[in-house]
């Protein structure tokens, strides 16, 4: 399962969504995120996955390589219907036993709640599978340029960011390794109960810090040694400019949201009806 998580890898691959501007994929990434709050109904929850669909052909990463992401998140998918189902008031639909029951509302929002934690993990994969960690820093301080005048420290956040995105492929890897030697060695993390299981992971987590603050250090004694002092009078190789493929896809964004609020003004309409 560990291997499964797919946000903060990058695929290197020769397409349009990688060759886009990182602050148009950043923005593009919000604006899905929030158009997944922005409507109720099927019809929009088909124009979504379209759409996801058709980013996902451009991106030439391959689905079945963004799909096990979804293993990871799957206890979490799993009580989110769960409650959802159980504990929604509204008309009954099925008795089970005691004062546990199945609603029509609860059995829909479970169902559309799911859906949208199924298509933000995607989304959000999309993403970073499709944007190196340096691009994500520079379109992230790029993006976030205009809070310096606040005295917001955007090149430091920005930093943070990228360095948190890049370590969770490592310490994932660093889990795995940890993981296979702890079993070799007769650690067993699949039987007993929650408690044990819990238990079982002590001798995951301690090697995992120690490594993960070693790493840190190494990181911070490297950019010291680099003479690394924030982001002040910093110049970029390769600075970030707007092309016309990155235009288009500002338009085929806002294009979209625009279908999403017609189809969902639509639906309100004939269930009003």
């Known amino acids: ?15 349009v969504i990688h060759k886009l501007d990182p602050r148009v994929k950043l923005a593009g990434t ?3 995120i929030v158009s997944l709050f922005l409507f109720s109904s099927f019809m929009g929850y088909v124009a979504v996955i379209l759409f996801l669909g058709i980013v996902i052909k451009l991106s030439k990463v391959p689905f079945k390589f963004i799909i096990k992401g979804l293993r990871a998140i799957f206890i979490l998918l799993l009580f989110t219907v769960v409650f959802n189902m159980f504990l929604t ?3 009954e639909l099925v008795h089970i036993f005691g004062s546990v029951r199945i609603t029509e509302e609860g059995l829909r929002i479970a169902i ?23 691009q994500l820093t520079d379109g992230m301080e790029k993006g976030l340029s205009i809070f ?5 420290p955007v090149h430091e956040i920005a930093m943070m960011m990228s360095i948190a995105l890049r370590f969770i492929p490592i310490l994932l890897e660093e889990t795995d390794k940890i993981m296979k030697a702890q079993s070799a060695r007769g650690a067993d993390f699949e039987t007993g109960g929650f408690i044990n299981k819990a238990k079982a992971l002590i001798p995951i987590l301690v090697p995992l810090f120690v490594s993960a603050f070693r790493r840190a250090i190494d990181l911070a004694m490297a950019m010291e040694a680099r ?4 982001g002040e009078g910093r110049t970029k190789m390769k600075p970030l400019q707007y ?31």
């Open 243 to 273: 092309k016309s493929r990155d235009r288009v896809a500002y338009i085929t964004c806002f294009a979209y949201v625009f279908i999403l609020i017609v189809i969902n003004i639509v639906a309100n309409k004939f269930i009003g009806v």
């Open 227 to 230: 003479c690394y002092h924030g």
């Open 112 to 134: 559309f709640m799911g859906i949208r934690l199924i298509l933000l993990i995607i989304g959000s994969s999309v993403l970073t599978l499709t944007t190196s960690p340096n």
């Open 148 to 152: 310096k005048r606040i005295g917001l």
């Open 1 to 15: 399962m560990v291997r499964d998580i797919t946000i903060g890898q990058y695929y290197p691959e020769n397409s």
């Open 89 to 91: 008031p509204g008309r």
């Open 30 to 32: 919000l604006i899905f």
